[in-house]
């Protein structure tokens, strides 16, 4: 059973960095590909980032390229999004979610794909 839970969100000025996590409590994380979305107010939920089971492969949507990294330690099963040089825009709630695709090297950037999905994680930057 896959159980994704986030930390690291936060009010921070714009510019400034936070870093994410997501945790598996199943201890499975290492059997998935990993995203991350977001959700601003009054908007649908967009993807931002994702990385393959190996780790090996990534994808960024291109407002966060340059800036934000996906990355993931199988061996803690979690998975990390750090967010550097922060703007406005980028306040939303983040969300974490798990694809079961079969090959280790491949990502999905298709919320539908994602079978299992955390509950959350502020994030409001201030200008």
């Known amino acids: 059973q896959v159980q994704l839970v986030e930390s690291g969100g936060g009010l921070v000025q714009a510019g400034g960095s936070l870093r994410l996590s997501c945790a598996d409590s199943?201890?499975?994380?290492?059997?998935?590909?990993m995203g991350w979305f977001r959700q601003a107010p009054a908007k649908e939920r967009e993807f931002v980032a994702a990385?393959?089971?190996?780790?090996?492969?990534?994808y960024y949507t291109d407002s966060v390229k340059g800036r934000f990294t996906i990355s993931r330690d199988n061996a803690k099963n979690t998975v990390y999004l750090q967010m550097n040089r922060l703007k406005a825009e980028d306040t939303a709630v983040y969300y974490c979610?798990?694809?079961?695709?079969?090959?280790?090297?491949?990502?999905?950037?298709?919320?539908?794909?994602?079978?299992?999905w955390g509950q959350g994680t502020q994030v409001t930057v201030s200008s």
């Open positions: 979610a798990a694809s079961p695709l079969a090959s280790p090297r491949t990502l999905t950037a298709i919320a539908t794909d994602y079978d299992y």
């Open positions: 990385v393959s089971r190996s780790g090996g492969s990534t």
């Open positions: 199943g201890r499975t994380l290492s059997t998935y590909a």
